[in-house]
């Protein structure tokens, strides 16, 4: 009974030989997934080859190496196949007496990335779909946390008759740290926006003139270690200072910026952050894992545990040697998504997760060398990271026809985005399979598609 097994292995790899050459965008509608639901069911094996030739026309190479949108890398070939052992053994992380391995995967995982981006090793963690709940689960901890600390119990009594909260981040946010906040009911739009300069990085002279106008209540600040945008830093050691002279709890969202403090060269871009109460950061897109996948860490334990842990008579318990993961995540049942992140991260090891940093810093570095030379073309940001941000004849409509034709021809994919109030290409170099043959086909990509544009 393994013919459906076969095939998706036979599938699979076929469609990992495409990577390298076939056009990273979608080629077509794929209308053959829109049918009724038959009657009569069909073969596993069947389905299965069903499913791939219906999928075909509207997959994307986003797992190849010219995918530069989003922030996103691709699955090491380790991690993808642990991901196929993952729901082949098709275990419930939620509790330590459902699966003692996915326990002790997620134990591993979260005391390996502590110590590589150097943050407390008592720290807890919580093992969570994506940086959007990442940041769910760090901004709770906060919640819980400021408010104990003013004498309010806010899983019990909920925010209704609360001390009201705080909340800062600089403009150059990512949208889903607002929507975090909304989420837990501290609002979207009542985030008090802290300037940033202009590689946008927090201006923390201006944090401390606006943290001094605290009355002494709740608050919390929320930092970032790479701007979504140009990758920048902000200064944590500045901010950390600000929040403990003001009593405000410090988050930090480095969702895939935190990752650089695993590799020495680019170590010194965290400075400070481990200074901060919770952070965020996903595993999903620079460590290489499929989808999904992220941690969130909180430095007090009691914090992250008062705000999500698990209650109900028939669950059990964790023993002091255990671990039962819905404890520390917003979700109960769920899938066992440490076991791909262990995978990847014993394929690297650190030298090879630092490498596979550096390396693609090196190869944003090139491509913006590469365009910067062409004529009207401008590079809007220092490139410290692995974020290269690109405007084409100091126009809105030009850059936004160059993005639509680079996406159209398909050598890469690559998207746009608004930086200080203008359009601008984004190109995020985050795969473990990008070269610098990939990054100079990149760059003649774009520029001949700019020279298209100015006809």
Same mark, same amino acid.
């Given at each position: 009974m393994t013919d459906h097994l076969d095939a998706a292995h036979e599938l699979a790899a076929a469609w990992l030989a495409t990577l390298d050459h076939r056009p990273v965008r979608a080629e077509g509608d794929p209308s053959g997934l829109r049918r009724d639901l038959p009657a009569e069911g069909a073969a596993p094996a069947d389905v299965v080859r069903e499913l791939a030739a219906a999928a075909a026309p509207g997959l994307v190479a986003s797992a190849g190496p010219r995918y530069f949108g989003f922030v996103t890398g691709g699955a090491l070939p380790a991690a993808l196949a642990a991901d196929w052992l993952t729901s082949a053994w098709d275990q419930n992380a939620a509790l330590h007496s459902m699966s003692p391995a996915a326990a002790a995967a997620e134990e591993t995982v979260g005391r390996w990335v502590l110590d590589l981006l150097g943050l407390p090793a008592h720290a807890a963690f919580g093992i969570v779909t994506g940086a959007q709940m990442a940041n769910v689960s760090g901004l709770a901890a906060a919640r819980h946390g400021v408010l104990r600390d003013a004498g309010w119990d806010v899983e019990a009594h909920g925010l209704a008759g609360a001390p009201p909260i705080r909340v800062l981040a600089h403009e150059e946010s990512h949208s889903t740290l607002f929507n975090a906040l909304r989420l837990i009911g501290l609002g979207r739009d009542t985030v008090e926006r802290v300037p940033a300069d202009d590689q946008g990085r927090m201006v923390a002279r201006l944090l401390r003139a606006a943290l001094a106008e605290h009355?002494?209540?709740?608050?919390?600040?929320?930092?970032?270690?790479?701007?979504?945008?140009?990758?920048?830093?902000?200064?944590?050691?500045?901010?950390?200072?600000?929040?403990?002279?003001?009593?405000?709890? @410090?988050?930090?969202?480095?969702?895939?910026? @935190?990752?650089?403090?695993?590799?020495?060269?680019?170590?010194?871009?965290?400075?400070?952050?481990?200074?901060?109460?919770?952070?965020?950061v996903d595993a999903h897109k620079w460590l290489n894992v499929p989808y999904d996948g992220a941690l969130a860490i909180v430095r007090d334990p009691s914090t992250l545990?008062?705000?999500?842990?698990?209650?109900?008579?028939?669950?059990?318990?964790?023993?002091?040697?255990?671990?039962?993961?819905?404890?520390?995540?917003?979700?109960?049942?769920?899938?066992?998504?440490?076991?791909?992140?262990?995978?990847?991260?014993?394929?690297?090891?650190?030298?090879?997760?630092?490498?596979?940093?550096?390396?693609?810093?090196?190869?944003?570095?090139?491509?913006?060398?590469?365009?910067?030379?062409?004529?009207?073309?401008?590079?809007?940001?220092?490139?410290?990271?692995?974020?290269? @941000?690109?405007?084409?004849?100091?126009?809105?409509?030009?850059?936004?026809?160059?993005?639509?034709?680079?996406?159209?021809?398909?050598?890469?994919?690559?998207?746009?985005?608004?930086?200080?109030?203008?359009?601008?290409?984004?190109?995020?170099?985050?795969?473990?399979?990008?070269?610098?043959?990939?990054?100079?086909?990149?760059?003649?990509?774009?520029?001949?598609?700019?020279?298209?544009?100015?006809?």
């Open positions: 009355d002494g209540g709740p608050a919390i600040v929320c930092a970032q270690a790479g701007n979504v945008n140009s990758g920048a830093f902000d200064p944590f050691d500045a901010i950390a200072d600000a929040c403990a002279e003001a009593g405000a709890w @410090l988050h930090v969202d480095g969702a895939f910026g @935190l990752w650089a403090a695993a590799a020495p060269g680019r170590a010194h871009l965290c400075a400070g952050v481990g200074r901060a109460d919770s952070w965020a545990a008062g705000a999500l842990a698990l209650t109900g008579a028939y669950l059990t318990v964790a023993a002091d040697a255990e671990r039962n993961g819905g404890d520390w995540a917003p979700e109960a049942s769920r899938r066992a998504r440490a076991f791909p992140m262990w995978a990847a991260l014993r394929s690297l090891g650190r030298e090879g997760l630092a490498d596979l940093i550096e390396r693609d810093c090196r190869l944003a570095a090139l491509i913006a060398r590469r365009l910067e030379n062409a004529p009207g073309v401008a590079v809007l940001a220092d490139v410290t990271l692995n974020q290269v @941000l690109v405007r084409f004849g100091d126009d809105d409509a030009a850059t936004e026809a160059v993005i639509a034709r680079v996406q159209q021809e398909g050598t890469c994919w690559l998207g746009g985005t608004r930086w200080q109030g203008a359009a601008a290409m984004r190109i995020s170099v985050s795969g473990w399979r990008t070269t610098e043959d990939d990054a100079e086909r990149t760059a003649v990509a774009i520029a001949t598609a700019w020279r298209r544009v100015r006809g």
